[in-house]
């Protein structure tokens, strides 16, 4: 709760914040899911290392641009806009954001992979901690640049 007030204090739009707020979860899903697969330990060391800023950065980028740009062309057309022109201009303001919103996210990734290469004590301390970021990030990324901007065009007018 206290994520999506924040959310919408800088949004200022609650539907934008809900949508947001929704990679939290899903990439949390994402994560355990990877967890369970991989047999990666849940300690507090690799769940505490999990940031919800970073996780939902990308999201708010990508909603950003699109609130963004449907109100200048709902301005630019003044009426409302058709669930074909809100979905012409997501499409453009989601291609317009995303490779930006990638290099980010791969940058904060390969900034773990060193992790990896750790052995022994080291390596059974915080390879569960790496991972645990890096499935995070892939899965918010890849919320980010699918979920979110159907969510956006979909429920925000």
């Known amino acids: 709760i206290l994520v999506i007030v924040i959310l919408f204090l800088f949004l200022g739009n609650i539907r934008a914040a809900v949508i947001t707020a929704t990679v939290i979860p899903l990439s949390m899903l994402f994560t355990f ?35 963004r740009r449907l109100a200048h062309a709902q301005a630019h057309h003044g009426r409302p806009l058709t669930r074909a022109e809100r979905f012409h201009e997501v499409f453009l303001a989601s291609k317009e954001s995303r490779r930006a919103l990638l290099f980010g996210q791969l940058i904060i990734m390969v900034v773990y992979l060193p992790i990896f290469a750790l052995t022994g004590v080291e390596g059974k301390m915080f390879h569960p901690m790496a991972f645990t970021v890096v499935a995070a990030l892939v899965g918010a990324m890849t919320l980010s640049v699918t979920f979110i901007p159907a969510a956006v065009a979909l429920f925000i007018g």
């Open 33 to 67: 899911t990877g967890m369970v697969n991989y047999k990666v330990s849940a300690n507090l060391m690799s769940l505490g290392a999990l940031d919800f800023g970073i996780i939902i950065d990308g999201a708010v980028v990508i909603v950003e641009n699109c609130v």
